[in-house]
């Protein structure tokens, strides 16, 4: 009786547990099937995004790269970290010493390629305790200029300047011009214990001569004293004649009260460059065989043949002006930005420069900058305009080089030096697997293709770090050549934490 009782209460506390169980089974599958919608029912299929080429563009076409970038992330200059200039002796550096050995030096190279190797055999001169006369400068490259030292650099300065650190002298005496002269070639990124040995030629010899400057000393271990005397004479001594600094100074201020800020394009689309390197892409036949006959007389230039595909796949072609234009859009720079073009004569003339302007049409030049009255001076001295063509670049809110030259490696490291400010050094690899995607219809330009472009970049804009050393798996002096350049970088020895040590 008792469980005929309790039966129709265990029916209905059944009922009620099958009505928890049904509503949570339903609840959790209800829940399932949301996620499963959420996560695959509106992803778009991988088919679909391959198919659908206008994912490339984004839908918002209308709206200009440009505004996606921060003004400053254009414009403002990389943080420097509390980082500053450090360039005076320590405590151990050893004072300029009377001597009656001297070394002659003729200087080999363009502009930069001069400086930095006069800036070495500063600190040569230091380590082998002799006096330095003033250098001798190429007078045979490719600009055939016949400019002298002070017609370039400011002469006295630059003796005044390093005066406690090595003697230099406007000349060799008199009674030293005549007697035997120990000629040598210093091996290429030697240290200080080869200079030390070099030094065992002054028991022979009262003068030695150094037939070529550039890249005589190493660009890692060295003692700290060597490297800042390198920056105190490529940064402080090598100063610019008055006349090459006054107009220099000039044409920045009008390119300010113009603009405001401007960008410096060191555009290296120059015969001799396309004509070293083999590059040859967007060329016509006629002048892809004019740059090969260039090629093929210049005796110095002892590679020949070189296949234009693979350098430009390599990476070591300097970028075409169209391609810039592309570059610079992409990273969001707005089409009325100043741009000045630093630089020779381009190849290919105004039709090769149009491709650039069509996109950025505010394109100015030293020629449009100043007077033909004000230029006369600098008239067939290609050393001198390259000067003018530094000053401006140093002082440009925003450095671009289209090719890692000379040029490129001095300006790079002077603004590294000057606190950091912007230079943004293209990946020309990584660029020319886009613009060949591109080109094939791969890739289209818009709001995809520009992500791409300032993602490889971001890193590339001129932020404070460590000079890097040789590549890895290579031997021998042979590294040395990979290494990147002390005046490309020269920090941590000329650029340090503390306010004093300037």
Not at 351 to 375: C, D, M, Q, W, Y
Request: charged share 25%; glycine share 6%.
């Amino acid at each position: 009786m008792a469980n005929n009782r309790g039966y129709p209460h265990f029916r209905r506390f059944l009922s009620r547990r099958q009505y928890i169980l049904t509503t949570a089974l339903f609840t959790i599958f209800a829940f399932v099937f949301s996620i499963f919608l959420l996560l695959y029912g509106f992803a778009p299929k991988e088919d679909d995004i391959l198919k659908d080429d206008t994912r490339l563009e984004e839908p918002q076409q209308s709206q200009s790269v440009q505004q996606q970038v921060s003004d400053e992330n254009l414009w403002g200059a990389s943080l420097s970290h509390g980082l500053h200039p450090c360039i005076k002796p320590t405590v151990r550096h050893k004072a300029a010493q009377g001597s009656d050995h001297y070394i002659t030096v003729r200087s080999n190279g363009g502009l930069n390629q001069m400086r930095t190797g006069i800036s070495d055999m500063v600190a040569v001169a230091h380590i082998m305790n002799a006096t330095l006369v003033i250098p001798q400068l190429d007078k045979r490259s490719f600009w055939q200029d016949t400019s002298t030292f002070s017609d370039i650099f400011d002469e006295l300065h630059f003796i005044t300047t390093l005066q406690d650190d090595v003697r230099i002298v406007k000349a060799l005496p008199k009674e030293l011009e005549s007697i035997p002269r120990a000629r040598k070639h210093f091996t290429s990124w030697s240290g200080i214990g080869y200079y030390e040995e070099m030094a065992r030629l002054w028991k022979d010899y009262q003068v030695i001569h150094v037939a070529k400057s550039d890249s005589r000393l190493a660009n890692n271990d060295l003692p700290l004293d060597i490297q800042r005397l390198r920056c105190r004479a490529l940064y402080r001594a090598l100063r610019f004649s008055p006349s090459i600094e006054s107009l220099g100074k000039k044409l920045v201020e009008r390119l300010r009260s113009h603009s405001g800020r401007y960008i410096a394009l060191h555009l290296r689309y120059e015969k001799d460059m396309l004509s070293f390197t083999g590059c040859t892409y967007g060329l016509t036949e006629a002048e892809s065989e004019e740059l090969r006959i260039m090629r093929e007389n210049t005796n110095h230039w002892k590679v020949k043949k070189i296949d234009s595909t693979e350098q430009r796949v390599g990476g070591f072609c300097p970028l075409t002006p169209k391609e810039v234009g592309i570059f610079l859009e992409s990273l969001g720079y707005p089409p009325i930005t100043t741009i000045y073009i630093a630089s020779g004569e381009i190849y290919g003339g105004e039709a090769r420069l149009s491709e650039l302007k069509s996109r950025f049409p505010n394109i100015v030049s030293k020629e449009a900058l100043a007077t033909a009255k004000e230029l006369e001076p600098f008239a067939n001295h290609g050393s001198q305009t390259a000067a003018l063509d530094y000053i401006i670049s140093i002082e440009s809110n925003v450095f671009v080089p289209s090719h890692s030259g000379n040029m490129a490696r001095a300006v790079e490291g002077h603004r590294r030096f000057l606190g950091h400010r912007r230079t943004i050094n293209p990946d020309r690899k990584g660029l020319v697997e886009l613009f060949d995607k591109l080109e094939s219809g791969e890739l289209k330009l818009g709001s995809s293709f520009s992500y791409l472009v300032q993602e490889m970049h971001k890193n590339r804009q001129g932020t404070p770090r460590k000079r890097h050393g040789p590549l890895p798996g290579i031997k021998g002096r042979a590294r040395l050549r990979t290494e990147e350049s002390f005046y490309e970088n020269p920090y941590p020895e000329c650029i340090c934490r503390s306010k004093t040590a300037v």
